[in-house]
């Protein structure tokens, strides 16, 4: 098996203060599997959350995480580029990497590409020429047309790629699935060598908009690794890079990185530091501020169904499925709504709700929506009156 940590030592600074302080017990191992059968996505395998938290470099990550039990196929389905608020950051993260990086005619590589959407725009952008990596791509006839300057490899990348030069290499949510994630980093800094102008640019989910913020579906099994700005700096920072700057993006739900080729050093600035205080109160308080949450959201689905409301979920991302797996009433929820049309007509790990697109909503009228994610609300209510649905909605 291989865990996050032995003996509960931090994987990314080795200290002994790494403790657990919450719980989650099986869950399902996978939120973004596609079930096309009810049964076998109720009957998935499951696994246990227990996040220990590092008070010396702000580290989070589940020490019962064994990497064994996943394999990132082409069933594997995260994309989150059906949406037009999703595409608009996605497309303005793209200009804004190729203004302040002067990428134009240069050569970039993309670790974990998903479907190649970013890639792509980087390469379409910037006259650039590219290569994702990702064992979960899969082939699209509209790839075809930009083959002589975007290659996709369907494998996971390593030092054994370390001959595709590149002037910039982007990595988006990737590094919350790598149990250690100090060895993805310094092996990146080897790839890279003595290139020292090439720049690189991480993206991961903001750990303080679940720790803080309370964004507590975001907490799934997948993720074993949870970044703050302060752990997301040393990991780079202690591994050979440089870093240049840091940023809450996509409504605070995101946390950036950009750095480029360094010397090591394992010192906090004064920020840092008070950062890391402030989180070390966030999860002292963590597990009852979740207990009260869940507890909270329990008592809204009963009152629901007391009054025999048609209910339905927007969002069959990691969000919603950790969302209905973790209430009791959940039951009573018989769909889920999502864009993505390679979801739509498989069924939710563990709980086994029905994933429909926005038109069958049109013919069930729900009385009552429950939005997953309250940055695509707008977007959500605009589609709904679209349609001449008139549900009441509720984002958690």
Partial sequence: MNNLSQHNICPVCGSSHFEVFFEMLEMPIFCNVLWPE?????????????????SSCGFIGNVAFDSSLLDYTQAYENSLDFSPKFQEYSLSLAKRLIESHYLHKKDIVEIGCGKGYFLLSLCELGNNRGVGF?????????????????????????EKYAYSDSNFVACRHVLEHIPQPNTMVESLRRAI??????????????????FHNMAIWDIIYEHCCYFTSVCLSYVFTSNGFQVKQTSEEFGGQFLC????????????????????????????????????????????LEYITSKNQRTVVWGAG???????????????????????????????????????????????QP?????????????IRQMAADMGISAEFICV
């Fill in 193 to 210: 060598g003595s290139r020292l102008q090439t720049t690189i640019f991480f993206e991961v989910p903001n750990a303080l908009d679940t």
């Fill in 38 to 54: 009810q049964k076998a996505a109720q009957n998935c395998d499951k696994g246990d959350i227990k996040l220990a938290f590092c």
């Fill in 318 to 364: 990691s969000k919603g499925v950790t969302f209905l797996n973790l209430l009791k009433n959940r039951n009573d929820i018989e769909f889920i709504v999502d864009l993505n049309p390679r979801k739509q007509g498989m069924y939710v790990a563990g709980t086994g709700q029905r994933i429909v697109p926005p038109s069958f909503l049109q013919e069930y």
């Fill in 134 to 158: 990702d064992p979960t791509y899969v082939p699209l006839s509209e790839h075809e047309k930009v083959k002589d300057k975007v290659t996709f490899v369907q494998d996971y990348y390593s």
């Fill in 257 to 300: 990185l950009e750095a480029v080729p360094g010397v090591s050093t394992k010192e906090k600035t004064k920020q840092q530091s008070i950062d890391l205080q402030q989180l070390t109160q966030d999860i002292q308080k963590f597990s009852s501020r979740f207990a009260s949450k869940v507890e909270a959201w329990q008592s809204k």
């Fill in 367 to 379: 009385e009552l929506i429950i939005l997953m994610n309250r940055v695509y609300e707008q977007e």
